[in-house]
């Protein structure tokens, strides 16, 4: 290898490593200190911005049960909006919202945010979740916002497992039991007597002694 090409393979792995440095930095700063995803879905529309959405399924394949759509979102305007409804276009799904509180709308703050999904949070549960998303599949959801309108995006369909298992759905189908197995054990039977019968333990006189003649 020549000198030139030599200074350049030196020069590209220096470039490699300074990135390498800067995206650790980046990493721990997002990911670990603000636990935030990259990878997941992401959109702004006027004030309001919708990050980390997901469409979480039942933690067993092939479970029915309900999903859970999890998202935050941000609302940077000056005036507060509602969340007055999430749906999941192209499929026959109903998208049921609660409040943390319990009551009441969902309520995105001024300058403010709202998570949804995991404990102590407000909710979007999707009663037929089992039908309307199917991991794997990138899922079209609208956020309706009372203000900015909709917002959509398309959401990675999850199980609810390792890192989503907390912000999937509360209700989980219970696993099946095991059918009871038949006894393969025979129930011992009486001998049977040369006529086909069986014996009843009637005892047989002992040999050499006088049987009695009926008169």
Excluded at 72 to 80: A, E, M, Q
Excluded at 133 to 159: I, W
């Amino acid at each position: 290898m020549s000198r030139s090409l030599r200074r350049g393979a030196l020069a590209a792995t220096a470039i490699v490593f300074s990135v390498a440095a800067l995206s650790a930095c980046g990493a721990g700063n997002d990911a670990q200190t603000l636990q935030v995803r990259p990878d997941n879905a992401a959109v702004t529309v006027d004030d309001v911005k919708v990050q980390n959405a997901l469409v979480i399924t039942q933690p067993l394949p092939g479970a029915k049960g309900p999903a859970a759509v999890s998202a935050t979102v941000f609302n940077n305007g000056r005036l507060p909006q509602t969340l007055d409804s999430i749906s999941l276009p192209g499929m026959r799904a109903k998208v049921t919202l609660k409040a943390a509180e319990g009551t009441g709308p969902i309520v995105v703050p001024a300058h403010g945010s709202v998570i949804i999904g995991g404990e102590g949070n407000a909710s979007a549960v999707v009663e037929n979740g089992s039908e309307a998303a199917r991991d794997g599949d990138a899922q079209q959801v609208v956020f309706k916002l009372s203000r900015t309108g909709d917002v959509a995006l398309n959401a990675f369909v999850v199980p609810a497992k390792s890192y989503f298992k907390d912000y999937g759905p509360t209700v989980v189908p219970a696993l099946p039991e095991a059918a009871p197995t038949a006894s393969a054990t025979a129930t011992p039977t009486s001998p049977a007597s040369p006529s086909g019968e069986a014996s009843h333990g009637a005892e047989t006189p002992a040999s050499g002694e006088p049987t009695t003649a009926g008169h």
